[in-house]
């Protein structure tokens, strides 16, 4: 029988790596699918008017159709939140370190991305133009003009394109195309829900999806062509650190239990929970061994 301290020693996967001709393929189709969104909505942008009038329709069917009687899309919406989709997906930190390493590394690019867009386009948010009684609103009632693009959808789509080039960066069977559709609609529903919700314009949407997908392009990018900065997370000793950034996820949503704008909110649960049992988890990765050692020692 395996002794217990053996339970919490998971080897990594080596890291996978793609080819130029892969990222070849993985880039092009992002920059010619930005390009065609970038300039549509820069047309649009030039009149604020005719970008509300151009898909208030398609919103407010939109919107109309994912209304529900529940609290179904603001706890879907919420995935798309950083700080309760990252203790969501730490099950993987162990097995794989360099998906942790590139959901990290994909921030800097989709944060600047997420609020260079903003600024430059400063779209009113659909609360902020359209009478607030027509359409369905859930959670906070956003009336700023910082709606292109969607945040929250640049958030999943580059945490979902992580997560599918580094579990599947060669798809060669056909299970791997299916998760690769799966994870597409996920984002899909994720960011659509933004909608459902009365926060975001359909090719806010759009664009944040496209943005996200580069976000998520260059997190992989940087753990593979520049993997010294990440590969100590292999090693057990140093799980210690993985271990303290999550607590800190978990601690933020644990606080965010008291905040009324995050009553009734059941995505929490999960997220404390299962962010609190790999933040122990991880921490006892190496404490077993150094417990061993201090008894030979003795």
Same mark, same amino acid.
């Given at each position: 029988m395996r002794p217990v301290h053996a339970l919490f020693k998971v080897p990594p996967t080596p890291p996978s790596y793609w080819g130029k001709a892969q990222l070849t393929w993985l880039w092009l189709p992002a920059i010619i699918a930005l390009l065609l969104v970038f300039v549509t909505a820069l047309l649009l942008h030039i009149n604020r008017t005719d970008y509300v009038s151009f898909q208030t329709e398609a919103f407010l069917f939109i919107n109309h159709a994912l209304k529900t009687d529940s609290n179904f899309w603001l706890n879907v919406t919420q995935l798309g939140d950083a700080m309760i989709l990252f203790p969501l997906l730490s099950f993987l930190i162990p097995r794989y370190p360099q998906l942790w390493a590139a959901l990290f590394g994909a921030v800097p690019l989709s944060a600047v991305l997420s609020h260079a867009g903003k600024t430059f386009f400063s779209t &009113?948010? &659909?609360?902020?133009?359209?009478?607030?009684?027509?359409?369905?609103?859930?959670?906070?009632?956003?009336?700023?003009?910082? *709606?292109? &693009? *969607?945040?929250?959808?640049?958030?999943?789509?580059?945490? !979902?394109?992580?997560?599918?080039? !580094?579990?599947? #960066?060669?798809?060669?069977?056909?299970?791997?195309?299916?998760?690769?559709?799966?994870?597409?609609?996920?984002?899909?529903?994720?960011?659509? #829900?933004? !909608?459902?919700?009365?926060?975001?314009w359909p090719l806010d949407v759009a664009l944040g999806a496209v943005l996200g997908y580069l976000g998520g392009l260059s997190g992989v990018v940087l753990t593979q062509r520049y993997s010294a900065w990440w590969r100590w997370l292999e090693l057990p000793k140093y799980r210690f650190i993985s271990s303290i950034i999550l607590l800190v996820f978990v601690v933020a949503v644990v606080y965010h239990f008291s905040d009324p704008d995050y009553a009734g909110l059941v995505i929490l649960w999960p997220s404390a929970i299962l962010g609190g049992f790999m933040s122990l988890f991880l921490l006892l990765q190496n404490t077993p061994d150094k417990l061993t050692r201090g008894r030979h020692e003795q």
């Open positions: &009113p948010r &659909p609360a902020a133009v359209l009478d607030q009684q027509s359409f369905t609103i859930l959670g906070d009632t956003l009336t700023a003009h910082n *709606s292109l &693009p *969607s945040g929250h959808t640049i958030t999943i789509f580059a945490a !979902v394109t992580v997560v599918l080039a !580094v579990l599947l #960066s060669q798809p060669e069977k056909k299970h791997h195309y299916f998760w690769l559709l799966m994870g597409v609609f996920v984002a899909f529903f994720i960011g659509i #829900s933004r !909608v459902a919700v009365g926060a975001h």
